[in-house]
């Protein structure tokens, strides 16, 4: 029934995040000081082979793959990967305390049926133990995930393609909640007993997560992303798709570009990162958020921290999940630190060769 995917643990791993616009992959090894950055690369993915976080073309993510594989120079062929979108269920459930594994394993199947919209012959589940229900001790919180079995694995077969083998089938939420502890230092000092919201904006897909007082409490992911920006500019200055995107990045735009397509952006990416916050507080019952921490390339485009601090009235950071890491000797600092808060996702997914932890 279990997917053996989404438990077994290597002893260090490549985290490759597989995205719309380009695969990102990390590789961490771990010192007498903490975590050591050995490598990362970042390439570029063909327009449409990754729609919405689905794989459309086993193919070319392959090709891809294949050139993440030649830039990581290390022997390490085992990696950790990510699933998230639609097709990607969590939920918390409360189960007898008294419980065997193999007795619990044989209930939450019979609970999945219930809580999972598709047939369960279509989907890889998993469940970790938690902790004991504060409400009810006879009872013992347990995390339900389920992913479907196809999305899973064309992930596995585009890495198999590309020279990689899958150790590790992770969800992209928890992935980015594992990066937790790697950017503390970057928030006030009071912040390990705050409220931390941590907002992941790539091309596509926003991952919401938020931790209380180091736990994570909670986790969301929505359709919404920066290429939303990229149209805005090839509709407005009749732009290809790619040359709107370079001219984005690049910074290479006219002159009233913020008036024009900029300032529509930042209105509604406040709207989303508002509306995000507001699900959380009203489904978890916490009243406010201390702190925010944002990743993914729309993270960079221009201003948003501080329009984010400004017009949620929350302290906003960018985050690097590197900032307190020794780097390999191969590692330009400077070419990392323009892209080091794109590099979340696969950075949780690398903490996965030293815990075996569901976040």
């Keep these: 029934m279990l997917s053996k995917l989404w438990k077994k643990k290597a002893s260090m791993m490549v985290g490759i995040d597989i995205g719309s616009y380009a695969v990102k992959a990390v590789l961490l090894s771990q010192g ?13 993915m063909p327009r449409g082979a990754v729609i919405d976080r689905e794989i459309q073309d086993i193919e070319a993510v392959g090709k891809v793959i294949a050139k993440i594989r030649k830039k990581i120079s290390t022997s390490i062929k085992e990696s950790a990967i990510a699933v998230s979108g639609q097709t990607v269920i969590t939920k918390v459930i409360y189960m007898d ?16 049926d219930s809580l ?17 229900n504060e409400s009810d001790p006879s009872k013992i919180n347990v995390l339900l995930s389920a992913a479907r079995t196809e999305s899973i694995g064309a992930r596995v077969e585009a890495l198999e393609s590309g020279g990689f083998s899958t150790k590790v089938v992770d969800v992209e939420s928890y992935a980015i909640s594992r990066t937790y502890d790697l950017c503390l230092s970057q928030l006030p000092d009071d912040a390990s007993n705050k409220m931390v919201a941590m907002v992941d904006l790539g091309a ?9 007082e180091n736990e994570h409490v909670f986790s969301r992911d929505q359709l919404f992303g920066g290429e939303q920006y990229t149209r805005s500019i090839v509709s407005y200055y009749n732009q290809s798709f790619e040359e709107a995107e370079n001219a984005k990045v690049k910074g290479d735009l006219p002159p009233n570009y913020r008036f024009e397509v900029l300032a529509p952006f930042h209105t509604i990416l406040v709207q989303q990162i508002r509306r995000a916050i507001q699900m959380f507080l009203t489904s978890s019952g916490f009243d406010k958020v201390d702190y925010l921490l944002i990743s993914g390339g729309t993270a960079l485009v221009e201003g948003v921290q501080e329009l984010l601090t400004e017009e949620l009235g929350i302290y906003t950071v960018i985050a690097d999940p590197f900032n307190d890491m020794e780097f390999a000797a191969k590692i330009d600092e400077d070419e990392l630190a323009k892209v080091a808060p794109q590099l979340m996702v696969a950075s949780g997914l690398a903490l996965r060769s030293f815990s075996p932890w569901h976040i």
Excluded at 204 to 212: E, K, P, R, V, Y
């Design 116 to 132: 999972i919209p598709y047939p369960l012959d279509e989907v890889s589940l998993d469940f970790e133990k938690l902790s004991v």
């Design 97 to 112: 305390v008294a419980l065997s594994d193999e007795e619990l394993a044989g209930q939450i199947e019979i609970e999945a």
């Design 204 to 212: 596509t897909m926003t991952l919401f997560s938020a931790a209380n």
């Design 32 to 44: 007498d000081n903490g975590y050591i950055l050995e490598d990362y690369a970042i390439e570029p």
